[in-house]
């Protein structure tokens, strides 16, 4: 069965800082894998995914992940961090036709000044 | 991308009556739709999948009684909280898939989100 882990309930990081959430998951086969942003009081948007090909897919906002099927994770990643990144970050996974999307706990991302 | 509306943004009832949330997808056609509600602080919990002229597909230990889903058209699903109680107080959320031709890519596109408060 599917599941993804976000082993960080909540990270802080300063402005200007370099972040990486981290993202495990559990697929039988290669998966679609996905990042979403969420602001409070707001639905989903989507920042980035992976399909096939490159491993290294860059998203918006100056968000990339990297896919490295050795370890089963997809870890979100900034080299610079803004004010306005505050906010919730879940990782999914997904297949096509039409299976379930699963997404894992959520982080918590705090940016101090 | 994809949009998909969602509404109410708020609202707020009386215990016992029932609630009526859409989800619209504005500039392409969902065939399927997925509800999600979402505790505070919590992850999103799939309630069910909704299928355009078909019966939705439910969660285990969702009670498909009080979460009535009907996705009557290709661009709208509904959820009904029927005879809602404070305990269904919760953010509800919609997404749909969009297709590209044959290819599905499992991308989800979400809705604003709708804040049931019951009182």
């Known amino acids: 069965a599917q599941s993804v882990t976000q082993p960080d309930i909540h990270i802080t990081v300063s402005e200007g800082a370099s972040l990486e959430l981290r993202c495990n998951y559990s697929?039988?086969?290669?998966?679609?894998l996905f990042w979403y942003v969420q602001s409070p009081g707001q639905g989903l948007q989507l920042l980035l995914k992976?399909?096939?090909?490159?491993?290294l897919v860059q998203g918006i906002k100056g968000f990339e992940a990297e896919f490295k099927r050795s370890q089963s994770s997809f870890n979100l990643r900034k080299p610079s961090v803004h004010w306005s990144d505050a906010a919730e970050y879940f990782c999914?996974?997904?297949?096509?036709?039409?299976?379930?999307?699963?997404f894992g706990a959520g982080t918590r991302l705090f940016v101090k000044a | 991308g994809a949009v998909v509306s969602q509404h109410p943004s708020w609202v707020i009832c009386k215990s016992g009556t029932s609630v009526k949330i859409e989800c619209r997808s504005l500039?392409?056609?969902?065939?399927?739709m997925f509800w999600y509600r979402q505790f505070p602080k919590q992850s999103l919990m799939l309630m069910a999948t909704?299928?355009?002229?078909?019966?939705?597909?439910?969660e285990q230990g969702v009670e498909k009684d009080k979460f009535l889903i009907n996705h009557a058209s290709l661009t709208l699903s509904t959820l009904t909280v029927t005879s809602a109680h404070p305990e269904d107080s919760s953010f509800y959320i919609c997404?749909?898939?969009?297709?590209?031709?044959?290819?599905?890519?499992?991308?989800?596109?979400f809705g604003e989100g709708s804040r049931l408060t019951v009182l």
């Open positions: 997404s749909a898939r969009v297709q590209y031709g044959t290819t599905n890519t499992g991308e989800l596109f």
């Open positions: 697929y039988g086969a290669t998966p679609y």
């Open positions: 992976y399909f096939s090909g490159d491993t």
């Open positions: 999914a996974v997904g297949a096509s036709g039409g299976f379930k999307t699963i």
């Open positions: 500039d392409f056609q969902a065939t399927t």
């Open positions: 909704s299928n355009e002229g078909s019966k939705a597909t439910y």
